[in-house]
């Protein structure tokens, strides 16, 4: 069966550093994939989607990556901020009765430490 | 800015009470989704919506029904509320073309089910 895996349940970074959050995936083979962020309490916000022929795509100090060989997504954070603390999810396509849905990864929880 | 609006934000039901909670969009998306969203286990998808009327079960439809009479209003009811059903309810849209998958999300509502 389809599966997503988000690397760590949490992981804590000093400000100013890079922080980088992986997404890996078996049993797919998606057009696209899709980062959001949520804050506690809220709804998810999408970020960025990258697809299948896309290697890298960048939204200011955003950077996602996308191997379809490797299966596996990279989202980095560049000269992070404790305003960049939150929960980002991954998300990849899927079909549910001949219709598009959407899967979500468990999230991985940042923390930005001043 | 595509705006998704949910019934109330917290919500406390007794067992057995049918619960209804309603999800609203303002940007004429065609697809409406129904999650719920437990600690450890992520968004898990229980019902959408590609059209008016139309409805597709998610991942965990059992005991919940859904109603989408209007584009814009997509209901999701607890025929009778149980206490494993307490948790963060969010609701999202999304365009029909595959060119704009990115999902919009409500701010939820949390269920509390004693």
């Known amino acids: 069966s389809q599966k997503i895996e988000q690397n760590s349940e949490a992981l804590n970074i000093q400000e100013g550093k890079t922080a980088t959050l992986t997404c890996n995936y078996t049993?797919?083979?998606?057009?696209?994939l899709q980062w959001y962020r949520q804050d506690p309490g809220r709804g998810p916000v999408f970020l960025l989607l990258?697809?299948?022929?896309?290697k890298e795509k960048r939204k200011e100090r955003l950077k996602v990556t996308f191997d379809t060989t490797l299966k596996q997504s990279l989202f980095h954070i560049t000269a992070s901020q404790p305003a960049d603390s939150a929960t980002y999810l991954c998300?990849?396509?899927?079909?549910?009765?001949?219709?598009?849905?959407?899967?979500f990864g468990t999230g991985t929880k940042l923390q930005v430490i001043p | 800015d595509v705006k998704v609006t949910q019934s109330s934000r917290y919500l406390v039901k007794r067992t057995g009470e049918k619960v209804f909670l309603e999800c609203v969009q303002d940007?004429?998306?065609?697809?409406m989704f129904w999650y719920r969203q437990d600690p450890g286990l992520g968004l898990r998808l229980i019902y959408f919506?590609?059209?008016?009327?139309?409805?597709e079960k998610g991942d965990i439809p059992e005991g919940y029904s859904v109603s989408r009479e209007k584009k814009e209003r997509f209901s999701l009811i607890l025929e009778s509320a149980s206490t494993n059903q307490t948790s963060m309810y969010l609701c999202?849209?999304?365009?029909?073309?595959?060119?704009?998958?990115?999902?919009?999300f409500g701010p939820g509502t949390r269920l509390t089910v004693t």
């Open positions: 999202a849209s999304s365009l029909r073309s595959s060119g704009r998958p990115e999902q919009y």
């Open positions: 049993n797919y083979s998606p057009a696209y």
């Open positions: 990258i697809r299948e022929n896309e």
């Open positions: 998300a990849l396509p899927g079909f549910s009765g001949g219709y598009q849905k959407v899967t």
């Open positions: 940007m004429d998306h065609e697809n």
């Open positions: 919506s590609y059209d008016v009327k139309m409805k």
